[in-house]
């Protein structure tokens, strides 16, 4: 990203219904090396895991019209060769995309200021429901949280109730938990803007449908002189 994004843990990094709980820092190459030889996949002669004839291999799509999901797809299957795991990328149309997105990994996009994405992407009651759960994830203890972060009486009780589904020493949906995604980077959005104009202090910026710039637009201002 060229120093215009930073490492993701999840869809709600920074935002005040994140659980900070869910931060991975260290690198778990190595004990991710040992867990894959544990459950018996062995490295072949041309270093890629084997087991019982399978090999660890996958395709990974992205929107061919994509150039950023395009470079963060080569990148990943870059970072995750040295584990033996194959991962090819091919750029689709959205059309295309569509037909598969429910049977094989995709590079996808997400991002937006509101908790109710959480709901959206981890739900069991939006599995198969468009792009967001196309995974079909599916964990009652994390719908049960869900459930009383949507019927909480305050907003204070409504953000615990959204953190412990993400984590909560036991279970959750996030990298500590299931990780049914597997979150790689926020991007920080890039504007130019005339030297002249004031468009004041922003928000994290959600994911770019809708403008997100645009929400403070009755504050931006010409400066004075």
Known sequence: MQGFGTPAYSVADKLPWW???????DDRMEEAKDMLDEAGWVMNDNGVREKDGLQAAFQLVYPA?????????????EMIKPLGIDVETKGLSWNEIEKV???QPIMMGWGSYTPLELYNLYSSNTKGIGYYNANYYSNPVVDDYMEQAL?????????????KAQWDGET?????????????????????VDEDLEIGDQKIQPHGHGWPLTDSIEQWHWKEG
């Open 65 to 77: 019209g994509d150039q950023i999901r395009q470079s963060l797809s080569i990148s990943f299957a």
């Open 151 to 163: 019927n909480a009486t305050s907003q204070e009780e409504a953000y615990s109730y959204w953190k």
């Open 172 to 192: 959750g949906f996030s990298g500590k938990g299931d990780v049914p995604w597997v979150w790689l980077v926020n991007l920080g959005h890039l504007y130019f």
């Open 101 to 103: 997105m429910y049977s």
């Open 19 to 25: 659980n900070e709980d869910v931060v991975v820092e």
